[in-house]
């Protein structure tokens, strides 16, 4: 894992996304448990205080999960499921939308080197 420096923004967006690409990536897997905060804060060389608030980001997307008094987990399908339908749902509307709107734009560049 490492800092995403290609986001914009606070650190703890850049930690986030670091995360969210590991999780993406495979380099964690569900259910896996993420190392301690202080470690997390050494591998991403921002304050502690950053990478929880990057944690707490992602739990509320519904990546993370934690267990009070064990540690914080990436969330599985069996505990995650219904967030992850629904942003799919999301994800697959925004895709067709964005489709429709690409051809929109290029009828009308057509259109327009034709007149």
Sequence with gaps: MK???QVAGPAYLQV??????A????????GEKLPAG???????GVALMTVRR?????????????????????ATAENNGSELASLRADVDSLRHRVEHL?????DSSQQWQAE
């Design 102 to 106: 690409e051809q929109l734009v290029t």
């Design 3 to 5: 800092l995403d420096d």
């Design 16 to 21: 986030a996304s670091g995360i969210r690409k």
């Design 23 to 30: 999780i993406a990536g495979g380099e964690l897997k569900p």
């Design 38 to 44: 202080p470690k997390l804060a050494t591998t991403f």
């Design 54 to 74: 990057a944690i707490e980001t992602l739990q509320s997307e519904g990546l993370l999960r934690s267990a009070p008094g064990v540690g914080v987990f990436v």
